[in-house]
């Protein structure tokens, strides 16, 4: 089948669009753009309308369009993501978020390099402030290019400059080939550039196998030839379901913090000391207490209790011998069923709720369980944006799901992960 997806990509400074024709099996692709950070906004239509009248097609002649998801700049990411879906909106077509890190990936494979696969490719976007977005992700070719997979070593996040090493030190040894070796590493992105000392991690004597390559950026061509994939896997999604992928939720302090004494801008947290272990009674009082403060419904002690002694899938993050977090699942025949999780809040936004979920998905994948599910409330976009950067994505909506105090209820989103496609990260 004929296809032509528009492409958008406003990540960083360049705005740019991409047309992709996909024409008996052949892809062409036009490519416009504009250097100007602040006119993202003015520019992004006339581009595309100027690609649409060299093709010779209308707008009617567009099947999807994608956009680069992020990590990025914000305002260039909501822009991007505004912009694709008034499109979609008025043309009654879907979208196609696209990582903006794979995309950077997807360039250092389509340039030549390890197309054999099982390389892990670990982005490093500069972030400013001595900090860098993170992602990993192995390129595992199928039979053919429709068949291309991807795999997510390390889900997109914010992480200091000078914790790249440790980082890389701690979980490397994890990755392997498709023959049980370790597998070649290759840091890509431009914070080689903006950061020459990460250059020095491709000499460290603990760290073989790992290689400096190209200072590549996402570009809309990439998020074009990634969304023709996504088009092709059925991945696209209702206009109303497109959101911007963000990983630094702040970017500076308030004027009442300021007054309290903080200045600048806030910075990531260094890499947390977690220990992840099996739920006992022992620990009830301290999950019961996490519950209280993180919920308006909390379960009761004897809720937990009865998880325990039913055999649920039941287990703590412990920082410092302190228990930070918890979560509860059950593990049916066929899916994973997480319930509950739970961070204290003075350990919030510090990397232990993702250690939680990532042991979640472990222990699903360890009982052969390939999809975790989840009920979340549309009213709690914190737990939205987490879940969404985590690869979680809706599936269908629970009518008067959750009790709220009143006589009305709210519903729940169902939301779910497919973990054949998209791994958990390790951890």
């Not at 979609?88 to 390099?113: E, H, K, N, T």
């Not at 795999?151 to 440790?166: C, E, F, H, S, Y």
Request: net charge neutral.
């Amino acid at each position: 089948m004929d296809v032509h997806l528009l492409a958008l990509e406003t990540s960083s400074r360049p705005c740019e669009v991409a047309l992709l024709s996909s024409l008996r099996g052949q892809a062409h692709v036009r490519i416009a753009s504009h250097d100007g950070q602040g006119s993202h906004a003015e520019c992004l239509l006339p581009l595309a309308d100027r690609l649409l009248a060299q093709a010779g097609l209308s707008r009617t002649s567009l099947r999807a369009v994608a956009f680069g998801q992020g990590p990025g700049g914000f305002t260039g990411l909501r822009v991007a993501c505004a912009v694709a879906q008034g499109i979609a909106m008025a043309l009654d077509i879907p979208v196609l978020p696209i990582g903006s890190l794979q995309a950077a990936a997807a360039r250092d494979v389509w340039a030549g390099g390890d197309t054999a696969g099982h390389m892990v490719r670990v982005l490093l976007q500069d972030a400013r402030m001595d900090e860098v977005y993170l992602a990993a992700y192995q390129y595992v070719p199928g039979a053919s290019r429709d068949d291309d997979d991807w795999r997510v070593v390390q889900a997109p996040m914010l992480l200091r400059k000078n914790d790249i090493g440790p980082w890389l030190r701690r979980f490397r040894a994890a990755w392997h080939d498709g023959h049980g070796q370790l597998a070649p590493v290759r840091l890509l992105g431009d914070a080689l550039d903006a950061y020459p000392e990460i250059r020095a991690l491709g000499r460290d004597p603990d760290l073989s196998g790992v290689e400096i390559g190209a200072a590549w950026r996402s570009s809309a061509e990439a998020v074009a030839r990634l969304g023709l994939e996504a088009w092709r896997h059925h991945r696209a999604v209702a206009p109303e379901f497109a959101a911007p992928l963000y990983v630094r939720d702040r970017i500076a302090y308030t004027t009442a913090e300021r007054s309290n004494g903080l200045g600048g801008n806030p910075k990531v947290a260094p890499l947390p000391d977690v220990a992840v272990e099996a739920m006992t009674a022992a620990h009830l009082d301290a999950v019961v207490a996490i519950e209280r403060s993180v919920q308006s419904f909390p379960w009761t002690r004897r809720n937990f209790q009865d998880a325990l002694d039913s055999g649920y899938g039941a287990w703590v993050a412990r920082r410092d011998g302190v228990v930070a977090g918890f979560f509860l699942a059950l593990y049916a025949p066929d899916v994973a069923h997480l319930l509950l999780i739970g961070v204290a809040p003075n350990c919030q936004r510090q990397g232990v709720g993702a250690r939680l979920l990532r042991h979640c998905e472990h222990e699903s994948l360890a009982r052969g369980l390939d999809r975790v599910l989840l009920e979340v409330r549309p009213s709690n976009q914190q737990a939205l944006a987490f879940y969404g950067r985590h690869g979680y994505a809706m599936m269908s909506r629970r009518k008067d799901y959750y009790p709220t105090g009143r006589p009305e209820r709210e519903d729940a989103l169902v939301l779910e992960k497919n973990l054949t496609d998209a791994p958990p990260d390790y951890g």
